[in-house]
């Protein structure tokens, strides 16, 4: 199985193409399947890789316009593995618990050929590849949040749109200035990553590629000030729009970070760390008010998923192996959890059409299963020991303080302010008697819905408890990355701040 | 008494003037058929027109590159066969459209003159990027010009002659300034063939005085351009223009007119940017961005869809400025492998504009293609719907689609050379030219939200008629090739650099 990346990537290309001769009353049926199967590959994958090599596998190289360097590149290492298998994860999930009647065929579709593009996004090693699976994601989204939201879909669903548009093609300048570079050094075009690696920019360079990489990513974390889109297409979009979008679709702008700031240029990274946590800061405490001031249930779990983007940013910029793990570990933590509360959500939205947490109340004795899925799942984003909440968080807080300490401080407030808003939202909703007769006669969760919550829950509690399989290919990897800024660094400060961990075997 | 001037026939080289010989040779001979035997359908012309474009195609493709012929007023370099072959593709892709069309509403295939004047127009401009000579290069422009206004005349609408009119008033202010500039570099240099006008700017690049008549030369000469190529701020024609044109003939006009005379900008204004005169690089660079700027904002209050795609094809054309402004080899190409996508995606976008229609205009609507019309699309005609997002993403330079790759390498070109130059203001220049294109992508995907995410208008007088087989074939292949470009971007651009590289540019 040596291109079974290549599998992975054009296994939902093809089967969302033939998903147009299938009879719209068997789609459902279609659909998940199809994404079984590539959950499966996506395992398979995980079975296949050598969790002891630290570098990129499975690489697949096949020149596309040589004449400009653009190849078909495509491999995976540690960090990108779980990412690609948590995508087909979600994306399974979201299809299972899928529960829109109208035009559903072409959603389904539509939930194909942006599984293409997320694990495109993951597996390319090739910039342009890579750019062309990026924003190729937004146009099935930009229809999933169009079609099928709320009352003010098109608007959100347009500002998503240009909102990251606009910003990778500002990266896309960054990468043509990079591979112009790289043209001037070596004679020839390439726009391979590990070619781009290789290239030791001055610093004034490096300065100004950094701000154009970051302007793309950040949009796509979302940071602040950049955030603004995000709550808008999370309200609009419909359930399984925001769980692909929580759980998948931001995770590209922080894999972005790990995959092309950091090893490309590690000396500005270093040199910006200040400028990125505080903005880091700013997501987290700012957002995470935020999310305390809303009614609307979605709202706040929005808001929380991007007070914790922050946290993984804050861990990206620690420079060292552990904050990176740890935030590559919260990176599909936060993928499970947000997802999972985007699904719950959307099961009491389908019940009672409403997510103001006003008309609630003592759910917890009407839907007692619903109430503790819930309950876990609010306890991992908070961040409790022994969910897979805590491992990541913590691992991020660890390795940024010894970057910063007071910072660090503050970044701990996400865990607090998180119980306070995530708390505040579950004894509204859950505790106390039930004051609305229209939640009296609620259904619990049905057969399809526990099909998707409790596979999430057990992952949740499994790598909560014990996460060694997971973070010991990523820590891998990870360290390969610090040794290689480490070495590639070549301002005294860098050298100083990116260190070259031993152990963080400890934690476990 | 007079000397007898000998001239061997081998010294006149006459293979360069082949193809435009084929296409007015043809042309005549399509007149002849009419005058013999008067009652014959369009589709005989049609196809004899097509057979006549591909004889054409051939005969340019086997041209030999830089060549000179007919007493040194050809000059077949290799921008002159790129930029022959683009326009004899978009040509042979348009001209099947005319099968299409019933004889009641575009009665205007059903004259045979219409193919004749069709072809005489693309031996004009095919004489246009064939010479270095300025009067050659009028005489095409103004074969070109004047049949494509007859050829807007003949769509018989009101506003198809308000269209040819306004076109025929703009294109003769623009030949008038391409004739002051072209007698102003004739009386500063004494001579009409551009490259012994770069040999004598070379030499007199030290006398101040001078060299401020040969610049007053260029600013007439862009002034035409400008009219041409739809620049600011002479581009207030092209909306009028475009929409009372019929929509393939829009189209048409939004590529190879252009292209024409974008490669005559690029020979006359390559001499003074060779020579590193920056000024003319510097004006040209402002009014890119300022074309491109404007018409984006423009276009993003169109309620038509006409209007709106013909304002994006000024923005197009600022940016193909841009990279003209330049004035290196990967710039250049990049001008051609643009207009090469361009052409996919513009011609097809414009061809599906045909497919729906209204039964009755009713006389208080100002527009023939509202984005009203095209609510809730999806829903009536789902492949069509698909095909037109196709094309608006394409021009969205959303890749994987064709004009992605045109963007990437324009916008690489623009890079490159500030990143050589270590000149901050390309690299601005490149940040302007991607704010546009995010800005553009509001207004295309505008379009996108009224046919996949808005509920079909209850407006019972729309109709999606036209869909003939012909058209879906031609939009069929342009759909195609718009979606799978990934696969011909490196033999393309491979011939592309091939050609411009090796006539110098």
Known sequence: MENILSILVFFPLVAGLLGFLVDKNSIRVYGIAVASIEFILSLWLWMLFDTSNAGFQFVEMIPLVPDFGISYYVAVDGISLFIIIMATLMTLIGIIALNIEKNIKNLIITLLFLEVAMIGVFVSLDAIIFYLFWEFSLVPMLYIIGAWGGERRIYAAVKFFLYTFAGSLIMLIGMLYVAYVYHSVSGAWSFAITDWYALVLPFEVEKYLFWAFFIGFAIKVPMFPFHTWLPYAHGQAPTVGSVILAAVLLKMGTYGFVRFSLPMFPDASVAYIMPVAILALIMIIYTAMVAYAQEDMKQVIAYSSVSHMGVIIIGTFAMNAEGITGSIFLMLSHGIVSGALFLLVGSIYDRRHTKLMSEFGGLASVMPKYALIYGIMLMASVGLPLTIGFVGEYLSLVGFFKVSPTLTVLAGTSIILGAVYMLTLYKRTFFGPVTNDANKKLMDLDGKELTALVPLVAIVIWLGIYPKPVLVPIDNSVKALTSFMHEKAHTPKAKATILVSKTTREVK | ?505
């Open chain 2, 1 to 505: 008494m007079l000397e007898p001037i000998s001239v061997s026939l081998e010294s006149l080289n006459l293979i360069t003037l082949s193809p435009m010989l084929i296409a007015i040779g043809g042309a005549l001979l399509i007149l002849i058929i009419d005058l013999f035997k008067s009652d014959l359908d369009k589709t005989l012309y049609v196809i004899l027109t097509m057979l006549i474009l591909f004889v054409d195609f051939g005969a340019t493709y086997s041209l030999a590159i830089n060549e000179r012929g007919f007493f040194d007023l050809m000059l077949i370099d290799g921008i002159a066969v790129v930029s022959q072959l683009i326009i004899l593709i978009a040509s042979l892709l348009f001209v099947p459209l005319a099968l299409t069309a019933s004889n009641k509403r575009f009665h205007e295939y059903s004259y045979p003159e219409y193919f004749a004047l069709f072809l005489f127009m693309v031996a004009g401009f095919q004489f246009m990027v064939a010479t270095d000579n300025l009067i050659l290069m009028f005489v095409g422009l103004e074969t070109a010009s004047l049949s494509l206004y007859t050829l807007i005349a003949m769509h018989n609408t009101r506003g198809a002659h308000e269209a040819a009119i306004k076109y025929f008033t703009m294109g003769a202010l623009a030949a008038g300034f391409f004739l002051m500039g072209s007698a102003v570099i004739y009386a500063t240099t004494g001579s009409v063939e551009l490259y012994e006008v770069a040999k004598i700017l070379q030499s007199q690049m030290d006398k101040t005085g001078f060299m401020i008549s040969a610049l007053g030369g260029v600013v007439l000469m862009l002034v035409a351009v400008g009219f041409k190529v739809s620049l600011f701020p002479f581009h207030m024609w092209t909306p009028d223009v475009y929409e009372g044109s019929s929509a393939p003939m829009a189209g048409y006009m939004s590529i190879v007119p252009k292209l024409a005379m974008v490669v005559v900008a690029m020979r006359i204004f390559g001499v003074y940017i060779n020579l590193d005169i920056q000024a003319v690089s510097y004006i040209i660079i402002i009014i890119a961005v300022i074309t491109m700027t404007l018409a984006n904002m423009m276009a993003l209050v169109q309620n038509d869809v006409k209007r709106m795609l013909a304002y994006s094809s000024i923005s197009h054309a600022g940016f193909v400025m841009a990279a003209l402004a330049l004035g290196t080899t990967k710039g250049n190409s990049s001008i051609f492998l643009y207009y090469g996508f361009f052409l996919i995606t513009n011609l097809g976008a414009f061809a599906m504009l045909w497919i729906s229609r209204h039964k009755k205009k009713s006389h208080h609507e100002r527009y023939d293609h509202p984005f009203s019309k095209f609510a809730g699309m999806v829903s009536k005609s789902p492949m069509a719907a698909v095909i037109m997002a196709v094309f608006m993403l394409s021009l969205a330079g959303v890749p994987p689609f064709s004009l992605f790759w045109g963007k990437l390498y324009l916008i690489s070109s623009v890079v490159d050379y500030g990143v050589a130059t270590d000149e901050m203001k390309y690299i601005v220049l490149a940040i302007v030219m991607v704010l546009n294109s995010a800005i553009a992508a509001y207004y295309y995907l505008k379009l996108i939200v009224y046919m996949f995410l808005l509920s079909p208008s209850e407006d019972e007088t729309v109709v999606y008629a036209n869909q003939s087989r012909p058209l879906n074939v031609i939009i069929g292949i342009l759909a195609v090739t718009t979606i799978l470009s990934i696969l011909y971007v490196q033999p393309l651009m491979e011939f592309v650099t091939y050609l411009v590289s090796s006539s110098g540019y």
